[in-house]
């Protein structure tokens, strides 16, 4: 994985991150300029989602920093995966499982009490078995595993292919 093959990608991702982290931010503004009368666990959780996407982007930006300038043109670079990198995964599963139950929440809130469950559990049933979710959790536990920039990429390339 080279830059232009792997790292360009990964590097344009990064700035289209920070681009939604700037809109995130307004959004949170705009949210406490305009709803101060919300419920204080809804200000809670708005804030500790931006939170959480604040120490996600700069973990992305750690590990960008690590792999295009710290480490540029130095092949070893790949050999361990830098500490940021599953954090930051770490940081946006904990931002959408966060996200879903407070939506799931909302429906419950929302429903009549005689279907409350009957609605609710399905969608949190779904939640918790979501393919995106699931793909989530086992990239961290792999990266973690490999400890290896090259190692996890050639395993995931192989996954792939079989």
């Avoid at 790292?7 to 939604?20: P, Q, R, T, Y």
Wanted: proline residues 3%; contains cysteine; negative net charge.
């Amino acid at each position: 994985m080279g830059i232009p093959g792997g790292f360009g990608s990964i590097l344009f991702e990064g700035l289209v991150s920070a681009m939604l982290y700037g809109i995130t931010t307004l959004q949170t503004y705009m949210y406490f300029m305009h709803y101060a009368e919300d419920a204080s666990t809804t200000k809670f959780l708005v804030i500790a989602i931006w939170i959480l996407d604040s120490l996600h982007i700069s973990l992305i930006c750690h590990a960008l920093y690590y792999y295009l300038i710290t480490n540029y043109d130095v092949p070893t670079g790949l050999e361990y995966i830098v500490w940021s990198f599953p954090a930051s995964l770490v940081m946006n599963l904990l931002m959408i499982v966060a996200a879903q139950f407070f939506f799931a929440y909302k429906i419950y809130y929302l429903c009549r009490p005689q279907v409350k469950w009957l609605v609710t559990a399905p969608i949190v049933s779904v939640f918790a078995c979501d393919d995106n979710l699931t793909s989530s959790h086992m990239t961290v536990i792999d990266i973690i595993r490999t400890h290896s920039l090259r190692l996890w990429h050639s395993d995931s390339r192989s996954d792939v292919h079989q």
